[in-house]
T-cell receptor, first 114, second 112 residues
Framework: AQTVTQSQPEMSVQEAETVTLSCTYD???????LFWYKQPPSRQMILVIR??????QNATENRFSVNFQKAAKSFSLKISDSQLGDAAMYFC???????????FGQGTTLQVKP | DAMVIQNPRYQVTQFGKPVTLSCSQT?????MYWYQQKSSQAPKLLFH???????NEADTPDNFQSRRPNTSFCFLDIRSPGLGDAAMYLC???????????FGPGTRLLVL
């Protein structure tokens, strides 16, 4: 069975600084996808970034980038130039290409300090 | 804008009284998912529909059922809600299993 682990329940960052959220996963599947979702206090889950496991290049979306280490089964999220609106719960998720099922980590609450 | 809509946003029901949560989408996606998210926990998949094909997760209680009358709508029925069923219920859609899932705003269920 696949598992996702986020070892940082809470993180804080100063506005305009950079922060990295950690995620590790375990799987025996060869074809899968990895995601970071953001869930602000309003509770709507919003996609931050997506990574295909078969791609070696790390995904980037504006201020958000990932460090995908397939052999180590590691998938961290870097947020550059942090903004107050980045404050939220961040979930790392594993997506099976066979079933579409998302398996989420326990989440990391990010606080952004002005 | 294309989106995933959930109604109601808040639902209060009594212990044992059946309740139905609704999800609709304008994305014309093939797959619709229902997740349960209890307070301070990660979302957990209950079941999904790929078109009309229904897949129930092995550990989803029998108390939970779903209907998808057409591409746009999917319902979550809780036949006899218990106090432990109080949670946020999230609906998500995707074009296919290998595509990104897009979530609705959720329905928060309170069981009295």
């Amino acid at each position: 069975a696949q598992t996702v682990t986020q070892s940082q329940p809470e993180m804080s960052v100063q506005e305009a600084e950079t922060v990295t959220l950690s995620c590790t996963y375990d799987t025996s599947e060869s074809d899968y996808y990895l995601f970071w979702y953001k869930q602000p206090p309003s509770r709507q889950m919003i996609l931050v970034i997506r990574q295909e496991a078969y791609k070696q290049q790390n995904a980037t979306e504006n201020r958000f980038s990932v460090n995908f280490q397939k052999a180590a089964k590691s998938f961290s999220l870097k947020i550059s130039d942090s903004q107050l609106g980045d404050a939220a719960m961040y979930f790392c998720a594993y997506g099976s290409s066979n079933t579409g099922k998302l398996i989420f980590g326990q989440g990391t609450t990010l606080q952004v300090k002005p | 804008d294309a989106m995933v809509i959930q109604n109601p946003r808040y639902q209060v029901t009594q212990f044992g009284k059946p309740v139905t949560l609704s999800c609709s989408q304008t994305l014309n996606h093939n797959v619709m998912y229902w997740y349960q998210q209890k307070s301070s926990q990660a979302p957990k998949l209950l079941f999904h529909y790929y078109d009309k094909d229904f897949n129930n997760e092995a550990d989803t209680p029998d108390n939970f059922q779903s209907r998808r009358p057409n591409t746009s709508f999917c319902f979550l029925d809780i036949r006899s809600p218990g106090l432990g069923d109080a949670a946020m219920y999230l609906c998500a859609t995707s074009a296919g299993f290998q595509e990104t899932q897009y979530f609705g705003p959720g329905t928060r269920l309170l069981v009295l």
